[in-house]
């Protein structure tokens, strides 16, 4: 694992197409932005583990949970 310091609107690339921006941080919470194309699935890291659960699915747009 990679372990990054990032200030807000700092930002890390990943290849070509990923990158993930620092967008507000404060003591417990990290808001990030990421911007990859539309073939790479994103999600929570909650997210990801119901579905491969088999306990839901499908393109997550919750507006930055």
């Not at 310091?5 to 990290?30: F, L």
């Not at 890291?45 to 659960?53: D, F, L, T």
């Amino acid at each position: 694992m990679l372990i990054l310091a990032r200030k807000k609107g700092e930002t890390i690339h990943i290849n070509d197409d990923i990158v993930i921006t620092v967008m507000d941080s404060n003591s417990n919470v990290v808001r990030l932005g990421i911007k990859a194309p539309d073939a790479a699935t994103v999600k929570r890291g909650e997210v990801y583990q119901g579905v491969k659960a088999g306990k839901g699915g499908g393109k997550e747009a919750d507006g930055g949970e």
